[in-house]
């Protein structure tokens, strides 16, 4: 069975994680804990429930906004003409052993759950993720995210509403 946590140094092996993306495996490695201490992403990982330590996939969370200029024209017209507040996923992994068994998906859920939650006690708009080349793009767009205005590789989610 899956779970997610939050990362925890003493329990979860980062040293172990490769998905064959060489600074993402690098961000785990060396980056996550710090970054998760300081405030600056929450670190999400994925396990199983039967070897806690192991981390199967991971995602990270912070706050952000977007210039209201970013979204669709039929988004914009139900926005205040300031930036608005968002969440951005700003790195998603899953380990090489876990490809092609819908991990991938499983992250995204987990994160867009998280944010639906967040948003319930913070005000977001959407959940906003930057893809790495054009394969990331497409797997976010199968989610439903829509590219941005003038950053076509940065793409969006918008959150509904409440």
Known sequence: MLEEHVIDVRVHDRAAFHCGVPVLDDYVHTYAAQQHAKGISTVLVIVDKAAPSKILGFYTLS??????????????????????????????????????AGLGEFLIGCAVDRCLHA????????LLVDAQDE????????????????????????????
Not at 119 to 126: F, K, M, N, P, T
Not at 139 to 157: H, N, S, V
């Open 135 to 162: 394969k990331a793009k497409s797997f976010y767009e199968r989610y439903g995210f829509i590219p941005c205005g003038d950053t076509p590789m940065a793409l969006y989610l918008p959150l509904g509403c409440a």
């Open 63 to 100: 706050a952000v906004q977007i210039d209201v200029q970013q979204v669709s024209d039929t988004e914009r017209k139900k926005l205040p003409r300031y930036p608005v507040p968002c969440f951005r996923m700003g790195r998603l992994a899953r380990g090489m052993e876990s490809h092609g």
């Open 119 to 126: 948003r319930s006690l913070v005000g977001a708009y959407a």
